[in-house]
């Protein structure tokens, strides 16, 4: 046994040795203790020669008795320690879970007691219903949109109108309007892209065919609540309002506005209804959420004092899109028929796919609830199956080398078109940079790589899969592998994704057949 074991070991015994029987030159006369045998310690001084210094006086280390002796009394100190309660099996149920309050939000405690808010005066202040009444501002955004850009204009691929989600950080993670909180969508150097009705301002008009927005700012957010409420100064062309401007069809004009001379010229908006509008329009926005209402142009645009008598900008927004409108008895069909519900986190059933959740409690049920103006405990969830379009199976067909993977994808059972566009885009990621593949180049392993990726790793590591090793040196070249850009699979991400490739692609990368078969054309 070395020293630094036995100190380890007896710690706190051989400190107090040190401090109270002082030792010469310990470095010259150390006695080691061997705690596995009953003899004496033998010191070992008579094997280190002196360096000219006096015979120091041999000090030996304490033996097993005192040892033992020593921490017989620390053992029982530390016996006597109180141990830490064991947490309830009801508490090891959720993750991190408090022991103290058991994960219940009416529960507070301090370092003397544990009281229950729950009924009490204090539960029902303003603050105390914040988290319920304001839960979004209490949620975390988990993922972001990667199918199209952040600024991208039109509507997203498979998402429909009337799909509508619960809080608006989730409105954020689909990537039909990217503010968790802003109203409008854009900048003031590119037109605006999406806008969330929610009733803010008085000015507001909404026809759901047609509606006027007011535009943002001429708030002052210091002082009291009631202060707030009231503008305070003029609106300005900026921003947020400036991008509304960009996006209509007429000459910018900071002065009065403008209108547009073909209003379906002006680019189109995406628009969303909060729960916030039914309000003042019960008639168009949803009852609870925020729902997709589809797109939306500018007509014109313009300047007037408001209620408050401060300037305000104010444009004209009306419908043009091909998807029935949520309110109508079309739309509430297409819902049906969609099997569209609104996604919930905390509910067992989830809203973008329409599958049970892992770890449900009741599986393939919703939980309790009015339904269709019935109070019931369960409903059992509908299982609505995404069916691709002939013109996609038909392309599917024609993209041989990528046989395995369209199995494998079709073999599952997706309830959106979103849901199917996400699994697809999980099956083509490029191995190398981790993103969506870019001019895929099908190998012979079945393996997709973008070809700028191929190519360089072609330079590096030669003719190798960098998925898996295996050598395609059959393929060629780095010249020839260029020339093998896999068109079939482009125009299957084109029908799914109308902006993919549209950085790189030109019209003739594909056939004209494959676009007929695309837009269901018939093809010669």
Not at 27 to 56: E, F, L, R, W
Not at 499 to 515: D, M, R
Request: charged share 20%; glycine share 8%.
């Amino acid at each position: 046994m070395t020293l630094f074991d036995y100190g380890v070991s007896h710690g706190d015994t051989f400190l107090t040795h040190l401090q109270t029987k002082p030792i010469v030159d310990y470095a010259d006369d150390v006695t080691v203790v061997d705690h596995g045998s009953s003899s004496s310690p033998t010191p070992i001084s008579a094997s280190i020669p002196a360096q000219n210094s006096p015979t120091p006086i041999s000090t030996p280390l304490p033996t097993d008795a005192a040892n033992e002796t020593s921490m017989t009394k620390v053992d029982a100190a530390l016996n006597s320690t109180k141990p830490a309660s064991k947490p309830s099996d009801s508490a090891l149920e959720s993750d991190w879970c408090c022991t103290l309050c058991k994960g219940d939000p009416n529960v507070v405690f301090s370092s003397e007691n544990i009281q229950n808010l729950a009924g009490t005066q204090q539960s029902k202040m303003p603050s105390a219903k914040q988290t319920e009444e304001r839960g979004d501002m209490t949620r975390v955004k988990t993922k972001s949109c990667t199918i199209v850009p952040k600024d991208h204009i039109g509507s997203i691929p498979g998402v429909h109108v009337g799909q509508s989600w619960k809080f608006r950080i989730h409105v954020s993670e689909s990537g039909i309007h990217r503010p968790p909180v802003a109203g409008i969508s854009g900048s003031a150097k590119k037109p605006a892209v999406s806008i969330v009705l929610a009733g803010g301002y008085p000015e507001d008009i909404d026809r759901g065919e047609e509606f006027v927005y007011t535009g943002s700012g001429g708030y002052d957010f210091v002082g009291t609540s009631q202060q707030r409420k009231a503008q305070s100064f003029d609106q300005e062309l900026t921003r947020q309002n400036r991008g509304l401007a960009l996006a209509c069809a007429a000459p910018l004009d900071e002065t009065v506005g403008g209108t547009a001379n073909d209003w379906k010229q002006s680019s189109p908006i995406r628009v969303c209804r909060s729960y916030k509008a039914a309000k003042k329009h019960p008639e168009y926005a949803p009852a609870e959420g925020v729902r997709y209402d589809g797109l939306y142009r500018i007509v014109k645009y313009w300047k007037e004092k408001g209620v408050s008598g401060f300037y305000v900008w104010r444009y004209l927004f009306r419908r043009d899109d091909p998807e029935p409108a949520p309110w109508t008895d079309e739309g509430k069909a297409f819902i049906e028929k969609m099997g569209f519900t609104m996604y919930d986190p905390d509910v067992d059933i989830d809203g973008r796919t329409g599958m049970t959740k892992a770890g449900s409690a009741v599986a393939g049920t919703k939980r309790a609830g009015n339904v269709n103006g019935s109070n019931c405990q369960s409903v059992v969830a509908k299982k609505y199956k995404f069916q691709p379009t002939a013109a996609l199976r038909e392309l599917v067909r024609l993209d041989t080398d990528n046989t395995r993977m369209w199995a494998d994808i079709h073999e599952k059972e997706y309830a959106t078109e979103s849901a199917y566009i996400e699994a697809t885009k999980g099956h083509l990621s490029c191995p190398i940079c981790q993103e969506l593949v870019q001019q895929p180049v099908t190998l012979p392993c079945s393996h997709n790589v973008c070809c700028s990726c191929l190519c360089s790793s072609m330079n590096a590591y030669g003719n190798i899969c960098p998925m898996c090793c295996h050598d395609f040196s059959s393929m060629g070249s780095k010249s020839d592998v260029k020339g093998k850009v896999n068109q079939n699979l482009v125009t299957i991400m084109r029908a799914l994704i109308p902006s993919y490739g549209s950085e790189w692609i030109t019209e003739p990368n594909a056939t004209t057949a494959q676009f007929a078969r695309r837009e269901g054309q018939p093809v010669n």
